[in-house]
């Protein structure tokens, strides 16, 4: 019975691997077509019936190019990080509850956060094994930024954990049979959205990968296959977080087709904001998330920790 649980775990863990790379495929597509709209051109339109077959042209056309590697670089780390950064963003994965088993787990949210928190040590990885001002550069801009909006994020989160009491990713399906929690705590949600396009070095917030004044940033010296794993894990956990915002806000299981298509929403959403906004000053990045962001969950974090409390002692203090 043993082996066979771990065969239907292994099978299931590779069926998602699947899905999530063909996801991230076809995100990349929805994302040119997107911002050719927004710019009033056409995206992808050549390969393939509208252009469906492009990103897998890409995809072939990045593999099999030459691999180079600079001369100065740390040869082993350099080319661990982008396999080590797909591999995170594709195992978080494991933890949404699919409801058929595989690893799901009771204190799901708390891994999801132990496992986000890892991303930080890849770019610090793939900067500083490039040996390049540039990448360094990028990567010390991208983890100021990814550890500031760490804070703020996770906050944001707690703020849902303690208002159903519980650490389990399927309780917050449960508990928004009725209202979903982006209609009674709005501006958690749009904290925890902005705070997510900076989790992902998205626009307005893509300061790792300036191409004004860091050349691409801390990904300047990878090509061909190393650059196509760091593109994947980052559009991989567009993809999640696109997943965690619908499962934690906006209801519905993950059994529900709906609720793919609120993943879907999102994740345009994220692209949208791309053709929309400019980048801001690395300066005010900062100060939203210090200044604004950090007290804004604070503040509603411990209003509802006091409510809660008071609610749970009078209700022990009447019995």
Not at 29 to 58: A, H
Not at 63 to 69: L, M, P
Not at 102 to 107: A, I, P, Q, R, T
Not at 221 to 247: P, T
Request: charged letters at 10%.
């Amino acid at each position: 019975m043993e082996l066979k649980d771990f065969i239907m775990n292994l099978v299931g863990a590779i069926l998602i691997m699947v899905g999530v790379l063909l996801g991230v495929a076809f995100l990349t597509l929805m994302e040119r077509k997107v911002l050719g709209y927004v710019q009033i051109r056409k995206g992808p339109n050549k390969l393939g019936v509208m252009g469906l077959f492009q990103p897998f042209s890409d995809a072939i056309k990045l593999f099999s190019k030459e691999v180079f590697f600079p001369l100065m670089s740390n040869y082993l780390i350099y080319w661990v990080a982008p396999v080590m950064g797909l591999f995170i963003s594709l195992f978080i994965w494991m933890v949404l509850p699919y409801l058929v088993g595989l690893n799901f787990m009771g204190l799901g949210f708390l891994f999801f956060i132990c496992c986000l928190s890892l991303g930080v040590y890849i770019v610090m990885m793939s900067g500083w094994a490039s040996n390049s001002n540039y990448a360094m550069l990028g990567a010390i801009r991208s983890i100021a930024q990814t550890i500031s909006y760490e804070v703020s994020l996770i906050f944001f989160l707690l703020c849902l954990v303690i208002l159903i009491m519980d650490f389990n990713l399927v309780k917050f399906v449960e508990y928004q049979e009725l209202i979903w929690f982006i209609l009674i705590l709005l501006p958690v949600g749009l904290g925890f959205f902005s705070s997510l396009l900076a989790e992902t070095n998205r626009t307005p917030f893509d300061f790792s990968e300036g191409e004004s004044e860091l050349v691409s940033g801390f990904n300047i010296e990878y090509g061909s296959g190393e650059f196509a794993f760091m593109f994947m894990a980052e559009y991989s956990m567009i993809l999640l977080m696109s997943m965690v915002f619908s499962l934690m806000f906006l209801g519905a299981g993950l059994i529900y087709f709906s609720f793919y298509g609120k993943v879907v929403v999102v994740a345009f959403l994220v692209i949208l904001v791309r053709g929309m906004l400019p980048r801001f000053r690395y300066d005010k990045l900062m100060y939203l998330t210090w200044k604004i962001y950090l007290p804004l969950s604070l503040n509603v974090f411990l209003l509802m920790v006091g409510l809660i409390s008071v609610l749970s002692w009078n209700k022990f203090s009447t019995n």
